[in-house]
Structures are given as structure tokens and as C-alpha cells.
């Protein structure tokens, strides 16, 4: 017999723990904004110092946000998304619906 527990196990009781589901809410939601400002920086050409300039921001500070480890304000967000050619739109939406 094996005494390793299966990552789902660990995974379950580390999200049980109190606070732990609104960190791993906030985490996704760091990573989700990350992901999406490289994709459509990338599909853009353009480079990481090159949105960072258009932003007023400096380089790490956009390789920090594209790989989540950062929550960006508001602020920030409308200064990235604009030098994309984005919009931004932040949307109330009820826990039973949300992905």
C-alpha cells in the first residue's frame, strides 16, 4: 500500500481551509487578466517594454501582471487595455453563474 495522497485530496483540503477559496478566487482571477493582456499583447507584436512604455509602467511590472503575480487597480487595467486597443468592462455577475 501507498501512503501518497492523491493531489485532488490535498488540493481539497487546502481550499477547506478557512480563506482559502477567496485567495484561490483572486489568484484566477490575477491569472485570467494576466493571461489576457500577453495574448493580445503577443498578437500584436508587441514586447513587454513596449506596452510598459505606452502604459507609463516599467517592464517588470508587466512581466509581473501577465504572469498573475499581481492585482492590478483599475487604474492600471484601463492604462493597459487602452495601449492594446482594448475597452475595458468589469461586470457584477451572480456566484451561481460564474465560470
Known amino acids: 500500500m501507498s501512503d501518497r495522497t492523491s493531489w485532488r485530496a490535498v488540493r ?3 481550499l477547506g481551509r478557512p480563506g482559502a477559496g477567496a485567495a484561490h478566487g483572486a489568484a484566477c482571477i490575477r491569472f485570467e487578466l494576466g493571461e489576457a493582456v500577453r495574448l493580445r499583447r503577443e498578437a500584436l507584436g508587441m514586447t513587454q517594454a513596449k506596452l510598459a512604455a505606452a502604459c507609463g509602467m516599467q517592464q ?8 498573475g503575480g499581481t492585482m ?3 487604474v492600471v487595467l484601463e492604462r493597459l487595455v487602452s495601449a492594446l486597443g482594448m475597452r475595458l468592462t468589469v461586470e457584477p455577475e451572480p456566484l451561481d453563474q460564474a465560470g
Open 72 to 74: 492590478p487597480t483599475i
Open 12 to 14: 481539497e483540503e487546502i
Open 60 to 67: 517588470s511590472a508587466v512581466a509581473r501582471f501577465e504572469t
